[in-house]
């Protein structure tokens, strides 16, 4: 299947339609699934360019995709969606469904759903790939799981351990989109190494960009009145002097409540540092990826995952 035949994204789209069909008809799931897959496809398409990673990847190591590269992506993206939902459910947010709000419990279930949806997807479109494909997909599964486990249940926290939950929930889903990617279009051993690499650079990189508009953003949009310690305020944290009074906790505690706190505690992150060090770390990550997939052959794939790179961190 020549990349030109059809649009990518209708390509994965009736994938996604495919993997939704296998899902019993009786009862309300299937037309909750199917909402949740639409809606989240859509959204994708107007503000989201990663969607068709995997079908980049391929077309930069090998320039052709086929079946099996679109049932990669479609089972990439249901992944991503039901870590989305789980996500909700664990941080207590409401999550609309097709006729409104969720109560946990199905939303728990429609996230296991999608789940097991992404398997079939997988088993069933990937075809001959399968098996050479598994043992990688698994095992950035489990590291998710990991990732996610020591955000749920660890200390207080850290930047360190900011990092190791980021490297396994981001850096390692959005390496294996691209390793996938160009082992399906055939690509050598170096080659699937470097887009592995690019991928797993990307996904840090994106967290990062999150982490910076949520400091950055004010009022019920800030991380900061949400009282979610991500990158900028780790980092300040880690700088204070051990057993002396500092301000920022002071202020932490009391920026959900107070906008006045929250601004003032913003300043004080950016006077030791935090936002500098997080805007230093996206460039890093952000040379990293492009240093990885630069050394790809030259096309408009490659050029297409170098764009990505500025729409993941548009801050100069």
């Known amino acids: 299947m020549s990349s030109n035949e059809l649009d990518l994204s209708e390509l994965v ?3 996604l339609q495919a993997a939704v069909d296998a899902v019993p008809a009786d009862g309300t799931l299937r037309e909750t699934v199917q909402w949740f897959v639409s809606r989240d496809w859509a959204g994708k398409q107007k503000t989201w360019p990663f ?3 995997p079908l ?3 077309q930069a190591a090998g320039d052709q995709i086929n079946q099996a590269t679109v ?3 479609a089972a990439w993206n249901l992944f991503h969606l039901a870590a989305h939902i789980l996500d909700d459910v664990e941080d207590g947010d409401v999550l609309n469904g097709p006729a409104g709000p969720l109560a946990a419990p199905e939303a728990i279930n429609v996230a296991t759903t999608l789940i097991f949806l992404a398997q079939y997807t997988f088993e069933s479109q990937a075809e001959g790939a399968a098996g050479q494909l598994r043992p990688p997909l698994y095992q950035m599964l489990l590291q998710m799981c990991a990732g996610q486990h020591r955000d749920l249940t660890g200390p207080a926290a850290d930047l360190e ?3 190791q939950i980021v490297q396994c929930k981001s850096g390692h889903f959005f390496g294996w989109a691209c390793e996938a990617g160009a082992i399906l279009a055939g690509g050598d051993a ?3 190494e470097r887009s592995r690499a690019y991928g797993y650079h990307l996904g840090v990189l994106l967290q990062i960009s999150d982490d910076l508009e949520g400091f950055i953003a004010a009022g019920e949009r800030s991380d900061l009145a949400a009282a979610k310690y991500t990158l900028p305020t780790l980092y300040a944290l880690s700088v204070l002097s051990p057993g002396q009074p500092a301000l920022l906790p002071v202020l932490l505690a009391e920026a959900g409540q107070n906008r006045t706190a929250e601004d003032a505690a913003r300043a004080e992150i950016v006077r030791l540092g935090g936002l500098h060090y997080a805007l230093v770390q996206a460039e890093i990550y952000r040379w ?3 240093a990885a997939v630069s050394a790809l052959p030259d096309s408009p794939a490659r050029q297409q995952l170098l764009a990505l790179l500025e729409t993941a961190f548009p801050i100069q």
């Open 56 to 58: 980049l990847a391929g």
């Open 71 to 73: 049932g990669v992506a």
């Open 51 to 53: 969607a068709s990673l």
């Open 161 to 163: 351990t900011y990092w």
């Open 288 to 290: 990293q990826a492009a």
């Open 190 to 192: 170096v080659q699937v």
């Open 13 to 15: 789209f009736r994938s």
